[in-house]
């Protein structure tokens, strides 16, 4: 049986990109929350991300990531409905990966859950291969007990 990762925030606290400790599920296995079942592995991250919507322009923290969606906390009141473009600025890459267009699916106080719409084939190759490189690293749990 092969297993996937999905991550969880590191236990010390810290904001370092990309610390954290690997959940392992088997392929199929979804996960509930907000009513809906996830199919997609979820990272949880630190990211700075500028959210330019209809009438606003602000920044946030994206805390969660996969490959059709995020979520982010930001001072800016979401609705569910509400549509954006992000810019997620990624460790160690010069230019943010751009989103489109994505829909806010849920709202609280100070976060919401987006899914990703639309992207360019480039932002969704610069996705994939980023994910990709934050599930090698869940994999090798020592090298996160030595930071």
């Excluded at 709202?107 to 899914?115: C, K, L, P």
């Excluded at 291969?129 to 749990?141: D, F, M, T, Y």
Aim: with cysteine; aromatic share 6%; net charge negative.
């Amino acid at each position: 049986m092969s297993l996937e990762a999905e991550t969880l925030p590191a236990i010390d606290g810290s904001n370092a990109t990309g610390t954290a400790l690997a959940l392992l599920r088997a392929p199929g296995d979804k996960e509930r929350r907000h009513g809906a079942f996830r199919e997609c592995p979820r990272f949880s991250v630190r990211y700075r991300v500028r959210l330019v919507g209809e009438c606003i322009q602000v920044e946030g923290e994206l805390y969660s990531l996969s490959t059709s969606g995020c979520a982010v906390e930001s001072a800016a009141p979401m609705q569910t409905g509400d549509y954006l473009e992000l810019y997620i600025e990624l460790p160690d890459d010069e230019l943010p990966l751009k989103i489109d267009l994505a829909g806010v699916r849920w709202a609280t106080r100070r976060e919401f859950g987006a899914q990703f719409i639309t992207m360019s084939n480039s932002d969704r190759h610069k996705l994939q291969r980023h994910l990709g490189r934050l599930h090698r690293q869940a994999e090798s749990p020592a090298e996160f007990l030595v930071r």
